[in-house]
């Protein structure tokens, strides 16, 4: 497209190589008769640019000039795209074959498909396709399909401009089942001319039956309409699959003149149908193109019932279509936006200051269907020169802050707003409309927020944000190396993650871009045109060299915008803080190499500090990335050697002993210069990932050595040695970790999986995550049982043999470490302990599938399943630790862990029975010896016994007791284990009380007093026993009148013989023992506080006795649940107001006297209520009649029989009993103060209650002389006496 001002030579060390002769050439030979065929040059040949076609595939030692300085940190070497992969060999034919016809190469067309990484292209009336994924140098997989010539129609110059002639669209029928680093199997093709609107369909391109492409073919009528205006036929499609229906998609297509074509292809044909004749409706007719182009709705595509949703971009809107398909067709625009409008308040005229004219050439949309990027082109006019120009822009919206799609009105509601205004090139040359509408743009890859902007002519730039502006990389091509033909994102291992831009050219194969080509070779936007020609308006030119020129020194003002999200700024600043340590970094390495030809290490600690070497923590810091760049080092000589036999031979062992050594004198060198004190000191985190990439080197020299036993081993039998590396589960995961560090680092895109796993090892865990991601795939699900087991026992030992291969470089360099205190070590991180959880998880699956195995099986899935369990919950008991000391959340992760580790320890406690009987019946053949079984179960189980004993695995410790019978182990590891909820014995107690062993749980009390003590407070109606073998007496009485009194109704069986009995109910009975039990223990502690606890006792089995008693009276009252549930005071006395006889009145008041002092005070006017139902009980008028005019021996009579005077007797009496206290605390007979008076509902004594009767003005001296005359009458008595006596 448009190159930098100053332009960069883009692999300049290419050309040197075309000196060589081909026996001197290191890159790959290709077939003579291909090489003879196309070996003439071209003539004029840039010096610079990508490799023409007919040069053999280069390998990196070719393609850059030195490999040291590729590994220097000058930037200048790192702003190069990265080839990736050559044209299948048919693809080379057929441009061969053009060639020799004397067509130029200009009539090819193609393109990439994100969704399914295949590319395609056209050659002549062929169409290819393949997968740029491919591992091969060539890639071997090319599917070709013949295009018809009905649909290829040659009389209509398809030949002409075959870039503007073709529209494909590649359908997915397994996108939703491909795995990441899976090609696609299954996937069908619409082929469109876009001039005659012909259509191909192949259905599935993979299946083995491939017949002849469904045609269809535009009417006569509307090709030629279309011709004669001389527009394309359909200038837009987009296409989707149908779900649930095989083989069958939909696709939308769109005419300039506003035409909307719904297109259904299946098995059975293509059917066409125009659904709305102009979807415009607009009076800007600026242009004939009015219909820009189609993009689906990420968010709603294809929704069921809700119909398929998409947008247009027009000539001055975008538009939110959506059609329903069922029952019928309906078609319905939901909201339009405009963008160029008369309102320039509303579009972005009022931000293009001098346009004559706006175009809207292309529309892309973000994964999430959030953000939208449109490419504007404007013409101006210069104020100064009266000369033309076109600029370039984009234009990024957004959906409005609260809006949502549900909405069905949208007439006044603004739905986008714009994010921002990038101009990319400010004044370019004018350009005709044709090119200006073959220009699109790609979004969606690295950096965030890039744009790749492809022009009609072939070229592609790169536009970025860095640093407040606008900056732009070219990717160009000289014209022998052919046009740019299409943009793609290259697929990303990680989810939801950004990958490198693909370009995909005519001649020269397909290429990437790294990020940081683009972020470190970009420039600012240069004032030319977008195409490959050189402004054709040299006033313009001259007239800016002038103004520049009058400007002298003035900074030229940036075209910048607002609104870039916080990714980008903070990949603007990742660039600045590396360009920043730069200086640093080279020091130090300066500094290290000078130490290992001399040892000279003076002075080292000041100049790093001067240089800022410590401000950086953890990845960031410079003596990490020193350490990362010796251990991730790509020797120069590993190219040499392909595939296999690369892995066969004995270089990787080699080189990684060779890094091993070289890290270790880097550790050396910390020490020396006393950098690994400071590190340790006050960067510990920096100084942990130091020793773990020692660390990950270690344990990737022990898998190698693991890889070569393999291949040795005779496992894999075949032909060819190079064939032994190349199978097996372990072989399959590097291939996989290997295509993912290939995807991540377009810098590593030529070269072997296997040749990259063994160089990125300081993305050891990345093993973790390719097995976590695909382990179903690694295992072999569709394989027979014995492969499966073979590779889930193969990458099971694998992953241990990395762990404990670290384990070991830990503790032989321990003294290196700094303190772990707050820190998670590489194995301890969830990526390494969901790799770990998967591999187990799916032995544990082989197991529950398959009972009957043979005994070396078994043994194998044993010990691979053992060594797993230890090394993950290790690792999560490292995590949780972490989490603690950081103080953050961590109960999530200690609930994973207990989960997976009694999952994990029930799996091999089943597995070691199955192994010992196995080993039993191979050993004892018809002969039954259980002490010789009980010991091979020992031996067997000793591993888990150890494992369960240190991660508190509760349950499987008390099964192995349990079926030994060994009282002796089970108190043995009750006194090791100690948890922070009473450790095992606390789970042993549990056991037994669920198992209702009562006996053997208070026997275990001898041994553990306290920790059974503090078991048995939650179960109080054991506990009393153990007290009492403790001799606790107090604390036994009051423990049972606890239980006595409780709420609980049931009590845990006293005897062992009924298992199916869980608990007793106890009855009111059973609480009047319980309380009499509880006065003999109170008896025999006889502490201070004895006759207080006997009175209380008392007092309650008098309250239970009269709940017996009112139950009797009133049974139809009471609730079934209430006869033996010990009730509340009050409750009882409700029940007597309730009941309303005068029986029940007066245990209300015996109910008061056997309660405390503060339950009556509390409960005042529950009392007042019970005097008021006792002098209710009696008609006072009747007996004020009866007694009038009788003698006081007939009235006191009479008032005796009343509940009244009892109720006052058995409260106020000399003989009463009463607890606690006294009724006249709470409430007195008579006024104390004869000043006092009642107020509201409060009474301040008996009478005063009595007065607020009905009949007290008539009967009110037969009441106060019913309340008084219990007393008054003993006193007179008593007075009596002491007169006679007198005498």
């Keep these: 497209m448009f190159s930098p001002a100053a332009r960069k030579p883009h692999l300049a060390g290419v050309t040197s190589q075309r000196g060589r002769s081909q026996k001197d050439s290191p890159s790959t030979p290709i077939e003579d008769a291909h090489h003879s065929l196309i070996a003439p040059s071209v003539p004029g040949r840039p010096l610079t640019g990508t490799p023409a076609p007919w040069s053999t595939r280069l390998s990196v030692l070719a393609r850059f000039q030195n490999v040291k300085e590729a590994n220097r940190t000058d930037t200048s070497k790192q702003i190069e795209p990265v080839y990736v992969g050559e044209f299948p060999q048919v693809v080379r034919n057929a441009q061969a074959h053009l060639m020799q016809k004397g067509f130029d190469n200009s009539c090819l067309a193609g393109g990439i498909d994100k969704g399914t990484s295949l590319s395609w292209m056209i050659c002549s009336t062929q169409l290819f396709i393949w997968s740029y994924l491919s591992d091969a140098a060539v890639p071997k997989n090319c599917i070709v399909l013949k295009i018809p010539s009905t649909v290829t129609d040659m009389n209509f110059n398809v030949m002409d401009k075959p870039s503007r002639s073709w529209l494909v669209c590649v359908v997915s029928w397994d996108i939703s089942s491909r795995k990441a680093f899976e090609q696609c199997n299954s996937a069908g093709i619409i082929l469109c001319n876009r001039q005659t609107g012909a259509l191909a369909y192949w259905s599935d391109i993979y299946s083995e039956s491939l017949h002849s492409p469904i045609v269809s073919l ?323 030119v001259d007239e800016e060299k002038r103004s520049q020129g009058t400007r002298g020194n003035t900074i030229t003002k940036k075209h910048s915008y607002e609104g870039w999200g916080s990714s980008e700024r903070q990949q603007a600043a990742l660039v600045a803080k590396t360009a920043q340590d730069e200086e640093a970094e080279a020091l130090l390495s300066r500094l290290f190499h000078e130490f290992l030809s001399s040892g000279e290490v003076e002075d080292i600690l000041d100049n790093l500090r001067e240089k800022g070497a410590f401000l950086k923590e953890d990845e960031t810091n410079v003596f990490t990335r020193i350490s990362k760049s010796i251990i991730d080092t790509l020797a120069k000589h590993w190219t040499t050697t392909r595939g296999a036999e690369f892995v066969a031979s004995s270089v990787v062992s080699s080189l990684l002993l060779d890094k091993q050594q070289k890290h270790q004198k880097y550790l050396h060198f910390l020490t020396l210069t006393k950098c690994h004190q400071e590190l340790s000191s006050k960067q510990r985190s920096s100084m942990l990932i130091i020793m773990e990439h020692g660390e990950k080197l270690f344990s990737m020299i022990q898998l190698r050595e693991l890889q070569n036993i393999l291949s040795q081993s005779g496992k894999h039998s075949y032909d060819s040695p190079s064939h032994v590396e190349a199978s097996g589960s372990l072989w399959t995961l590097i291939q996989l970790v290997g295509e993912k560090a290939r995807r991540n680092t377009v810098l590593l895109m030529d070269r072997d999986n296997m040749e990259v796993f063994y160089t990125k090892i300081s993305d050891i865990e990345q093993l973790f995550y390719c097995l976590s991601q695909h382990v179903e795939y690694i295992v072999g699900r569709d394989q027979p049982f014995s492969i499966q087991v073979q590779h889930a026992c193969e990458v099971s030992n694998a992953c241990t043999t990395l762990i404990h291969a670290a384990m070991h470089y830990r503790d032989e360099h321990k003294n290196w470490y700094p303190s772990l205190e707050g820190l998670t070590p590489w194995n301890c991180q969830h990526v390494v302990r969901s790799g770990l959880w998967k591999i187990a998880f799916s032995i544990m699956q082989l197991l529950k599938e398959v009972e009957a195995i043979d005994m070396p099986v078994v043994s194998e899935m044993w010990s691979q399943l053992e060594r797993l369990t230890d090394v993950l919950l290790e690792s999560y008991t490292s995590a949780i630790t972490a989490k603690i000391e950081l103080g953050e959340e961590h109960q999530s992760l200690i609930a994973e862990y207990c989960s997976r580790r009694d999952e994990l320890l029930a799996c091999l406690y089943e597995l070691a029975k199955r192994l010992t009987q196995l080993k039993y019946q191979e050993a004892h053949i018809g002969i039954d010896d259980l002490n010789r079984k009980e010991a091979i179960f020992r031996e067997v189980s000793e591993p888990l016994l150890l494992i369960a004993k240190r991660h508190e695995g509760y349950q499987t410790l008390w099964q192995l007791c349990y079926d030994l019978s060994d009282t002796r182990l089970l108190r043995s590891l009750m006194h090791e284990s100690v948890g922070p909820k009473g450790g095992f014995s606390y789970f042993v107690f549990k056991q037994l009380m669920t198992s209702q062993q009562f006996s053997k749980l208070l026997r275990l009390g001898e041994e553990f007093q306290d920790e059974l003590a503090i078991f048995l407070k939650e179960h109080k109606d054991l506990l009393w026993l153990h007290e009492i073998f403790l001799n606790q007496f107090s604390a036994a009485s009051e423990t049972l009148h606890a239980i006595a009194l409780s709420p609980d109704d049931s009590l845990h069986p006293t005897s062992e013989e009924s298992p199916t009995e869980t608990k007793r109910f106890l009855s009111l009975a059973d609480r009047r023992r319980l309380l009499n039990l509880s006065k003999i223990a109170a008896a025999a502690g006889k502490d201070m506080y004895f006759e207080m606890k006997a009175r209380r006792i008392e007092a309650d089995l008098q309250i239970l006795k009269l709940q017996e008693e009112i139950i009797s009276y009133l049974l139809d009252g009471v609730d079934e649940n209430d006869i033996d549930r010990p009730l509340l005071p009050g409750e009882l006395v409700e029940i007597c107001l309730k009941g309303g006889s005068k029986e029940l009145c007066l245990k209300a008041f015996d109910v008061f006297a056997w309660t405390s002092s503060s339950f009556r005070n509390s409960n005042k006017s529950l009392l007042e209520k019970c005097w008021r139902a006792a002098v209710d009980q009696e008609n006072w008028t009747i007996i004020q009649a009866s007694t009038a005019g009788c003698g006081d021996e007939v009235t006191m009579e009479s008032l005796r029989e009343t509940v009244l005077y009892k109720a006052s007797q058995r409260c106020y009496g000399p003989e009463s009993l009463v607890y606690g206290g006294s009724f006249d605390e709470v409430l007195p007979l008579q006024k104390v103060d004869a000043e006092s008076s009642s107020f509201g509902d409060s009474c301040s004594s008996v009478e005063d209650i009595l007065k607020q009767h009905k009949d007290f003005p008539d009967a009110g001296k037969l009441m106060l002389n019913a309340v008084l005359l219990p007393v008054i009458e003993d006193n007179v008595i008593v007075e009596e006496d002491i007169a006679m006596d007198s005498r």
């Design 218 to 540: 535009a009417t006569q009528r509307a090709e030629e309409s279309d011709r004669s205006m001389g527009l394309e036929r359909f200038n837009s499609i987009i296409a989707t699959a149908i779900p649930g229906n095989s083989q069958e998609c939909l696709a939308l297509a769109c005419q300039a003149t506003g035409g909307l074509w719904l297109l259904k292809f299946s098995l059975s044909g293509i059917h066409q149908e125009m659904i709305s004749s102009n979807i415009l409706n607009s009076n800007f007719n600026s242009s004939p193109v009015n219909a820009r182009s189609l993009v689906w709705d990420p968010q709603h595509a294809f929704s069921g019932e809700s119909g398929l949703r998409f947008f247009v971009l027009t000539d001055h809107e975008i538009q939110y279509w959506n059609i329903v398909l069922a029952p019928s067709i309906n078609v319905q625009k939901i909201w339009s936006h405009e963008i160029v409008g008369n309102d320039s308040q509303l579009g972005i005229k009022k931000d293009l200051a001098g346009q004559k004219q706006i175009w809207l050439l292309d529309m892309q949309l973000d994964d999430r269907g959030k953000e939208f990027t449109i490419l504007v082109a404007t013409s101006c006019k210069d104020r100064v020169s009266s000369s033309n120009y076109i600029q370039y822009s984009l234009l990024l919206m957004q959906y409005n802050l609260g809006f949502s799609i549900k909405n069905s009105s949208f007439t006044n509601e603004r739905i986008l707003e714009k994010k921002a205004l990038q101009v990319v090139i400010p004044k370019a040359r004018v350009e005709d409309e044709g090119y200006l509408f073959s220009t699109r743009i790609r979004v969606g890859g690295k950096p965030s927020g890039s744009v790749v902007i492809l022009s009609g002519d072939g070229t592609a730039t790169v536009t970025s944000y860095h640093r407040g502006s606008t900056r732009l990389f070219q990717f160009d091509l000289p014209y022998d190396g052919g046009k740019v033909l299409d943009a793609s994102v290259f697929p990303s291992g990680e989810d939801n993650d950004e990958g490198a831009w693909i370009v995909l050219t005519e001649k020269a194969g397909v290429w990437a871009i790294p990020e940081k080509a683009i972020l470190l070779g970009a420039v600012d936007p240069p004032e030319r045109s977008l195409s490959r020609k050189g402004s054709s308006n040299e006033r313009v």
